[in-house]
C-alpha cells in the first residue's frame, strides 16, 4: 500500500487519512494535477538551486523538486501539514520549517542559502502581495522565483504602463525585475477547487540598486498611485519640504508630465524619478 501523501494520491485522500481538512484562512487549495506539478518543477529546475518552497502543503512540488536530487528548504505554516511532510521528506533531503515565511528573518535565510537559492512556491492569494514584497526584499539572496498566484494577480505583477492592471507591485518588478508570466492552471487542477483561474510567473531580479534608492522608489511610487484618477501634479507629498512645487521639479527632472496618471508612467521614470528624490 502507497503511504499517505505520495505523490500519485489525490489530496482529498491524503488528508482524509492524515485526518486534516483544507484551511481556507490560509489559502489551502491543494495542486491535484501532476502534470502541472511537473511543468512547475521544470521550470523551477531551469534556476539555480538550492531551492526554497514557501507553502508546501501535502508536497504536491516539494517531492519532484526534491526527487532532482536538488536540496530544499520548505517553509509551512500549519503544523499539520509540517509534521507530515517533515516525517514523508526528511531522508529525500528536504528541511521543513515550520514558520510564517513572512515571520523569517534575514538571517535565518542567510545562514541556510549562504550562496543563495531559488524560491518556488504556489502561494495563498491572502499574502500573495507581502509575499511578494518580502521577495523584493530578499532579492539579492533569492534572485530567481516561480511563483503560482492568482491569474489576476500574475496579470497585475507582470502589467506594463497604460492600464488599470498596472500598480504599485508592477512599477517595483518593472523596475527591479524581468517577470514573464509563463502559463494558466485551470481551477479544477486543485482540491479544493478555488473560484478563478491561477498562473504561473517567473521572475528574475536584475541590477544593482542601493536600499536607500529603493526606499525612494517605493515612496515616489506611493505617493504616485494613491489617488490614481488624480493627475500627477495633484499627489499629496507630505514627504517633501517643498511640497507641491518640489514634486513638480522632480516630475520635470525625471521627464514625467506633470498633467499625467500614475498609470500611464513607465518603471523606467519612476526609476529617474526616484533618484531625482533622492540626489541619486
Ligand atoms: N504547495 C502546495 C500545493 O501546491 O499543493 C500547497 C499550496 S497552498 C495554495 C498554500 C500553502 O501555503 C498551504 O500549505 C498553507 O498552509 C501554506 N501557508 C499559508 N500561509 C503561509 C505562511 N505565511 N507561511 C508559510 N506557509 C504558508
Known sequence: MRPPGSPTEHPRRTLAALGLSPRKALGQNFLADRNVAGKIVALARSFPPPFLEIGPGLGALTSPLADAGAPVVAVEIDRGLAAHLRARLASAGVEILEADFLAVPER????????????????PYSISSPVVLRLIE????????????????????CAGPGGKEYG???????????????????????????????????????GEYPEALVAALRTVVRAAFAHRRKTLRNASVPF??????????????????????????????YLALARAFAGM
Open 108 to 123: 535565518e535565510w542567510r545562514s541556510r542559502f549562504p550562496v543563495g537559492g531559488t524560491v518556488v512556491g504556489n502561494l
Open 240 to 269: 517633501l519640504p517643498g511640497g507641491s512645487a518640489q514634486w513638480r521639479e522632480l516630475l520635470r527632472a525625471a521627464g514625467i508630465d506633470p498633467a499625467g496618471r500614475a498609470e500611464d508612467v513607465p518603471p523606467a521614470a
Open 138 to 157: 530578499l532579492r539579492v539572496r533569492f534572485p530567481r522565483a516561480v511563483l503560482m498566484l492568482q491569474r489576476e494577480v500574475v496579470e497585475r505583477l
Open 168 to 206: 504599485i507591485l508592477s512599477v517595483y518588478l518593472g523596475v527591479l525585475a524581468e517577470t514573464r508570466r509563463e502559463f494558466v492552471v485551470r481551477r479544477a487542477c486543485f482540491h479544493p477547487a478555488p473560484d478563478v483561474d491561477s498562473a504561473v510567473m517567473s521572475v528574475r531580479f536584475v
